[in-house]
């Protein structure tokens, strides 16, 4: 049974930094494309950042350079360090697993994933 389980969501003000987490069971995350999506209230779900097998990362164009992803394959968990956060970063955070053949922002879709967390709450004001 695969579970995704989130945390270190919250407030924050601009410019602020949080750190989110990912802590996977039942599968083995080091061979998985995994990744973070948000959703703001009103809008679609969106991509924000994976990271492959391999290690290999992407980002979308409006977190770049101030979002980083990395996982901790020991601990099967997944992180999103985000730095120099801006009001617009607001939204319902989730992280998303499964084992896909590609795995860049510019190509996955929402729907490939088949496992998700519940998500968490992140509010930059």
């Known amino acids: 049974h695969v579970q995704l389980v989130e945390s270190g969501g919250g407030s924050v003000q601009a410019g602020g930094s949080l750190r989110l987490s990912c802590a996977a069971s039942?599968?083995?995350?080091?061979?998985?494309?995994t990744g973070w999506f948000r959703q703001a209230p009103g809008k679609e779900r969106e991509g924000v950042a994976v990271?492959?097998?391999?290690?290999?990362?992407s980002f979308a164009d409006s977190v770049k350079g101030r979002f980083t992803i990395s996982k901790d394959n020991a601990k099967n968990t997944l992180y999103l360090q985000m730095n120099s956060l801006k009001p617009e970063d607001t939204g319902m955070y989730y992280c998303a697993a499964d084992f896909l053949p590609f795995c860049a922002i510019a190509t996955v879709e929402l729907d490939s994933f088949t496992y998700w967390g519940q998500g968490t709450q992140v509010t930059v004001s």
């Open positions: 990271i492959a097998s391999d290690g290999s990362t």
């Open positions: 039942g599968y083995t995350s080091s061979s998985y494309c």
